[in-house]
């Protein structure tokens, strides 16, 4: 009788945990995204003082570093209260933080109206993005993993990834949708600003979801273990350190490869190469499906055949070989090319993205687990994404796109001998503590 009754309650929540998981990381990309993708056709001339066109796109991508700056202090902050208060509460806040930072965007001035301000209120709410995105992802990974059954880590761990492709499907989607709708003079005057005041709605239906949640069972067995450290930063760096770099090195290439193929490939395609806007968009779109596809094979693979870290480094090792065909691909000339070429990056994006979800919480004990996931998602972001659509346009503007691909090869390179590193004794011991 008893096991009866509990059998459906445990199904339920734990659809209720993964959805949890990958809503609200959706809308958080949702939130992102838009960001990505208004940067990379209208806040240049909006924001900036006219100088040439390729100034201003230059300064619009590099308040997309500021978020990535942001996003290490937002997982310090986040990860504090995750790991002596609570996941539940803790991915509430973040949720909060980033939607009320994306939704004030929608009201900001221009430049021609308000002078510096503009720029200046710009900067300061991607910074709150990025503070509430520090917090989010390693909240929502450690939700779905830390309720996942045994031998399922790796797929309940893809439900917060697959809200990156959801995100972006639905930015972008929105974005081309009013390219079809409004003029080109509406979208530049006010359309851009709906997708930002739309993220009030989203926030709501994601909090409506979290705030049913209960606390992750691992997180529960630790506190009835020892009380929770009083600075799970110090804890984590005194007793953690390699670990900490391990993770943070082994998902450079993710960042790398996902803003290279995304806000790089837009602004350039469109820019330089002369694409139209709503087309490119289109194609980016179709693109995007192929990394979902590889998030999901990437996790069964690594649940049913190897182990997260081993999928990581195939999807490494497949990634430096990409970048060695961006220029003759991406250059054709031929937009069914450019499609083949994003689809098969954005699907290795999967491989090298989709088992973070699992890989990332394995090297952690739950004590600090929030924090140390936090860290090291972050700061790999800044690493690998904070600044590659400005360092990828001036290595495009001074050599073309072959040494953008050599710079994804670069990164995929550097995430690979990272996650060699992992499988050392040491690492592998604070896996199993």
Known sequence: MNAAATAPHSMSTHRRVLLASLIGTAIEFYDFYIYATAASLVFGALFFPSASPAAQQLLAFATLAVAFVARPVGSLVFGHFGDRVGRKSTLVASLLTMGIST??????????????????????????????????????????????????????????????????????????????????????????????????????????????????????ASLAEAPPPRVPLAELVRLHPGPLLIGTFGAVACFALYYISTAFALSYGTKTLGYATQPFLAVQLGAILFMALGIVASAWLADRHWDERRVLMGGCVATIGIGYVMAPMMGSGSLLLVFVYL??????????????????????????????????????????????????????????LAPVGYYASGAALVSLVALALAGSPGVRRVAAA
Do not use: K
């Open 343 to 400: 689809a098969v990056a954005l699907m290795l994006m999967g491989f090298v993205y989709g088992p973070l979800g699992a890989w990332l919480p394995s090297l952690f004990p739950p004590r600090v687990r929030y924090t140390g996931v936090s860290m090291a998602f972050n700061v790999a972001g800044v690493l690998g994404g904070g600044l590659t659509p400005v360092v990828a346009t001036a290595l495009a503007s001074w050599g073309g």
């Open 103 to 220: 939704t004030l965007v929608a009201f900001l001035p221009s430049y021609a109206s308000a002078g510096w301000i503009a720029p200046l209120a710009l900067c300061v709410l991607r910074f709150g993005q990025g503070f509430g995105l520090g917090g989010e992802w390693g909240g929502a990974a450690l939700l779905a993993v830390e309720n996942a059954p045994p031998g399922w880590r790796a797929r309940y761990g893809m439900f917060p990834q697959l809200g990156a492709p959801v995100g972006f499907i639905a930015a972008n989607g929105l974005f081309l949708l009013l390219g079809l709708w409004l003029t080109p003079a509406q979208f530049h005057d006010w359309g851009w600003r709906i997708p930002f005041a739309l993220s009030a709605l989203l926030v709501g239906v994601g909090l409506w979801i979290r705030l049913r949640l209960a606390e992750t069972p691992e997180f529960a």
